[in-house]
Nanobody
Framework: QVQLVESGGGLVQAGGSLRLSCAAS????????MGWFRQVPGKEREFVAV????????DYADSVKGRFTISKDNAKNLVYLQMNSLNPEDTAVYYC????????????????????WGQGTQVTVSS
């Protein structure tokens, strides 16, 4: 049974940094995409970043490029999201997600293409 557990959220001032962690368990993730998404009340879940667990290729939403970095620790089965230069628009619940890396009609930046989700962690950026 796949489990994804996020941690590291909290309250930070604008311009500050946070690092989110996602602990993945229940299977081998070597052929998986691991994604981070975020959601604010009343809006759709939004893509943030994704990493291919096998090759390490990454992709980012334009809104976070240059500020956020996704990475992984294979030995610990952890995926990280380092968030720098945070601004109030980054306030959201952040979710970790996983899906197989083989071809699907739905791309790896689409929330609907993911099979497994964590419970989310709140990030609040004050101005």
């Amino acid at each position: 049974q796949v489990q994804l557990v996020e941690s590291g959220g909290g309250l930070v001032q604008a311009g500050g940094s946070l690092r989110l962690s996602c602990a993945a368990s229940g299977r081998t993730f070597s052929s998986y995409f691991m994604g981070w998404f975020r959601q604010v009340p009343g809006k759709e879940r939004e893509f943030v970043a994704v990493i291919n667990w096998s090759g390490g290729s990454t992709d980012y939403a334009d809104s976070v490029k240059g500020r956020f970095t996704i990475s992984k620790d294979n030995a610990k089965n952890l995926v990280y999201l380092q968030m720098n230069s945070l601004n109030p628009e980054d306030t959201a619940v952040y979710y970790c997600a996983a899906r197989p890396a083989y071809f699907r009609a739905v791309g790896r930046t689409e929330a609907s293409g993911y099979d497994y989700w964590g419970q989310g962690t709140q990030v609040t950026v004050s101005s």
